[in-house]
């Protein structure tokens, strides 16, 4: 009995000798009992598959390992992806707020350099009005000294004869047909040109007066040898008026101008003998100069 067991024990190393793979592999059964085996091979064979066993379950493990490092991989990616999403979108931003921005400050500037040009301009238009005003109040005092200073040359003649009055920042000198001339004639009456005197006297001394001869007549017809209608009669009387202040008082002719307006500015009604006998008139306008602020315009 013992000579076999030894033979089978040869046997089964020599076959393990022999061959290149282990003799027993994981997931094989330990040997049959009736076979005899060392103690020794089964506790190696316990212990392989106990190894075994650990094996499988450190596989499984890796093998779990590696599909949650899958997972997580393409969560970083994902994630990356997302990141540099919104790094682009942000950068975007960060770049549009930019271009808003420099936007805005143009357009702040530009606004800015417009109200500094307006404010400038309205500066210059106060300062062009106050000279403005300045120089009409000037004109004014004139108009006013003139006016006071006429009244008091002219104060010997009847209302009914003349009048001075301020109008429009004139002076008017109205001269009736009664004080100046007869009936159809532009020849001048012996006391109207004491009156034409009296004001040539004022007129030589305000020499920044321009002088209007405006003639008027009322809306009776005539029609004379010398005269065909009333505005002829008109620009006739306002004329020899004129020739008297240049040739007989020196008065700058340039200063003055002879028109007729006939009987197409009455100052009263031609229904009544009265209203007629005011109609017919000769106007003396006088104006200050306004050649500095025709200056003071033009500049503005």
Known sequence: MKTNNLI??????????????????????????????????????????????????????????????????????????????VER???????????????????????????????????????????????????????????NTLRNALLGFQSDELSVEIKNGKVYVSMSDKLLFKSGSAAI?????????????????????????EGHTDSIPIRTSVYRDNWDLSVARATSIVRILTDEHNITPTRLTASGKGEYSPKASNSTAEGRAINRRTEIILSPKLDEIMQLLNAS
Request: charged content about 30%.
């Open 189 to 213: 009456e012996s006391k109207g040109k004491e009156a034409i005197t009296l004001l040539a006297d004022v007129l030589d001394k305000n020499r920044d007066i321009d002088i209007l001869v």
């Open 8 to 85: 089978l024990m040869i046997s089964l190393f020599a076959l393990m000798a022999s061959s290149c793979k282990p003799f027993y592999q994981c997931g094989q059964a330990k040997p049959d009992k009736d076979l005899f085996v060392p103690k020794r091979v089964n506790v190696l064979l316990d212990e392989r598959d106990s190894l075994c066993q650990t094996l499988d379950l450190r596989e499984r493990e890796i093998s779990s390992l590696n599909s949650d490092i899958s997972d997580l991989n393409s969560e970083v990616a994902e994630l990356n992806q997302t990141i540099e999403n």
């Open 89 to 147: 979108k942000y950068e975007n931003l960060v770049g549009e707020n930019l271009s808003q921005s420099e936007q805005y400050n143009r357009a702040l500037q530009q606004k800015s350099n417009e109200l500094e040009e307006k404010e400038r301009l309205i500066e210059e238009r106060e300062r062009a009005l106050n000279e403005l005003q300045q120089v009409i109040a000037r004109q004014d005092s004139i108009t006013n000294r003139l006016n």
